[in-house]
């Protein structure tokens, strides 16, 4: 080869990168330089830039970094400059059509997704949209509007040449994969057995991984055949599966899924021949037991006609039935897969929204109160649990890891660094001062924390 050709090669081939919601299979982890051991307001910054609000998390390419946020009612994608954080270009989505949230979505939560050149996102007020390096908008594939009760929140993912984006919600879910470089449907599957969920699927090999209420689902890339199935997931999932030689493993957590908290209900023949007193084949709230009513009518009212009809009481019934669980699965197999490739469950003290973290031997779970607990990884046995301190908080980011130390940040802004290990210790706690619901991103050395209105870089100081 060319020697001056091979120096031109070299930034990009050493140039690391986190394309996707949690970086590289979406596994959280980057161990390819030493990062610093604290990170904090004033502690190792490298620049910190102002940003418009949102929640999606920062994904980094050898010269870019891309997010999404808001500013009076517009939905906006954005660039900054790696090495400055300067703000490069800002682009606004060609509409706004509002959604329904919970008070703690926001319009800019799902993450942006790369090819290390290109930028795709999805915002649940448009659709979804993709742009150079550059910001000149390449295609636009308008979506919605949705019935997500707590809004949408899953990312796109790039496989195959194409774009995968899943939209389960309470009427008519779906996953869409589309030509990333036109943005045209390529298969569309419906997923009429689903309702609202936050879970950002996880392409492996062949197929796209896909947690959605009660079951997690495997269909091909490239034609959106379905593969497999594991039922007894929780109803609504937040967390991201991942895959480790040929495991997944894979947290869901919602209210109500706690074995105390389970209740066999009557099946929709029954009650209506019991309960329905006007006879008009639905359940209204004064026909049904007050103990068996549920807590939060409008979520479990799917059409939202102000009834419960079959298709609503079967999923209010699976509810109070269904299990909160970190489980681990042995890939492979078509067909249900329940009874043959579930390889242990663990229902105890579980995160709600962050995903599970696997690093070193260990599997990593953080939930509110700073309970942070390791499980071996083959046998979901507890190795150690204890409480973060000054962590009494909220968590929604989802712990990283690299160079031997794991980083947790809690809504508040409290930033743990844990020794790795399944005996973890911890190396530092500091405070960032706003909250924090974005992932971090870790590339070469350096690792990207998205405040309310900030986006810091971090680095460990040089020798």
């Known amino acids: 080869m060319n020697p001056a050709l091979l120096l031109l090669l070299v930034p990009s081939l050493l140039a690391a990168d986190w394309l996707r919601f949690r970086g590289p299979n979406g596994a959280g982890v980057n161990d390819s330089k030493p990062l610093p051991r604290e990170i904090g307001i004033d502690k190792n910054v490298v620049w910190k830039s102002a940003i418009p609000r949102g929640k999606s998390s920062p994904i980094v390419t050898a010269t870019r970094i891309f997010l999404t946020g808001h500013e009076n009612g517009k939905l906006l994608t954005f660039a900054l400059d790696r090495r400055t954080g300067k703000l490069l270009w800002r682009r606004e989505a060609p509409a706004n059509q509002d959604e329904k949230r919970h008070t703690l979505n926001d319009p800019a939560s799902p993450s942006p997704v790369s090819n290390g050149a290109n930028v795709y996102v999805f915002f649940a007020g448009y659709g979804l949209l993709s742009y150079t390096a550059d910001g000149e908008e390449r295609w636009r594939h308008p979506l919605g509007p949705f019935t997500n009760f707590h809004g949408m929140g899953a990312s796109p993912v790039l496989a195959d040449g194409k774009l995968y984006m899943l939209c389960d919600q309470d009427q008519g879910a779906f996953l869409l994969a589309v030509d990333q470089r036109t943005g045209r449907t390529v298969w569309k599957v419906d997923r009429p057995e689903n309702v609202h969920s936050f879970s950002t699927p996880l392409a492996h090999g062949r197929e796209l991984i896909v947690p959605g209420s009660y079951q997690l689902d495997s269909y091909e890339l490239s034609t959106g055949k379905p593969l497999w199935k594991v039922r007894g997931l929780t109803y609504q999932v937040k ?37 329905d007193t006007n006879k008009d084949g639905k359940l209204s709230k004064d026909e049904i037991p007050k103990n068996w009513l549920p807590g939060n009518w409008d979520m479990q009212d799917l059409d939202k006609d102000g009834l419960l009809d079959q298709r609503d009481w079967q999923y209010y019934s699976m509810r109070r039935t269904s299990s909160n669980a970190t489980m681990a699965i042995r890939l492979g197999g078509s067909g249900d897969i329940t009874e043959t490739h579930v390889l242990w469950r663990y229902d105890k003290s579980l995160p709600d929204v962050p995903a599970v973290l696997l690093y070193r031997g260990a599997l ?25 301190p000054q962590a009494l908080d909220e968590y929604y980011a989802s712990p990283v890891a690299g160079d031997g130390k794991v980083y947790c940040i809690s809504r508040n802004g409290n930033v743990t660094v844990l020794e790795a290990g399944s005996q973890w210790g911890v190396a530092a706690s500091s405070d960032l001062g706003e909250e924090v619901f974005a992932t971090p991103a870790i590339v070469d050395g350096h690792i990207w924390v998205r405040t309310a209105t900030q986006l810091y870089d971090f680095a460990a100081p040089k020798p």
């Open 239 to 275: 967390s991201v599966p991942v895959v480790d030689n040929g495991v997944l493993y894979f947290n869901g957590w919602a209210p109500g899924g706690e074995a105390s908290e389970r209740l066999e209900l009557p099946g929709f023949p029954d009650m209506r021949q019991r309960f």
């Open 364 to 388: 990593y779970l953080v939930r509110n109160g700073g309970i942070l607990q390791t499980l071996d990884p083959a046998t979901g046995k507890v190795q150690k649990q204890g409480r973060l």
